[in-house]
Nanobody
Framework: VQLVESGGGLVQAGGSLRLSCTAS????????MGWFRQAPGKEREFVAA????????NYVDFVKGRFTISRDNTKNTVYLQMNSLKPEDTAVYYC???????????????WGQGTQVTVSS
């Protein structure tokens, strides 16, 4: 399985970005998917997850109300809309398959290259 993340960039604090992740798998429409991020010098951390249908979501507290995860199963793509960005959101963002939206500690596929998000103050 290949994961390709895109949509990152440089944005000022308070700005928005929309990340995309496309997976080369035939099982995408039945898979829970999640977004993670890794800031320099820190461990990778969970950000958000979505179940196969898109009706069940899970967010880490520090992005609730600012980030929205969604998916388009016809395009094998999961999205992360990020609003009200803060400098502390600066990181490389990755997506991965999850067993469930609450089983965030065991992503199931190899990581892609990620997409860099940089938020300036």
């Amino acid at each position: 399985v290949q994961l390709v993340e895109s949509g990152g960039g440089l944005v000022q604090a308070g700005g928005s970005l929309r990340l995309s992740c496309t997976a080369s798998t035939q099982s995408f429409s039945s898979d829970a998917m999640g977004w993670f991020r890794q800031a320099p010098g820190k461990e990778r951390e969970f950000v958000a997850a979505i179940n196969w249908s898109g009706y069940s979501l899970n967010y880490v507290d520090f992005v609730k109300g600012r980030f929205t995860i969604s998916r388009d199963n016809t395009k094998n793509t999961v999205y992360l809309q990020m609003n009200s960005l803060k400098p502390e959101d600066t990181a490389v963002y990755y997506c991965n398959r999850l067993y469930s939206i609450y089983n965030k500690d065991n992503p199931l596929w190899a990581w892609g290259q990620g997409t860099q998000v940089t938020v300036s103050s």
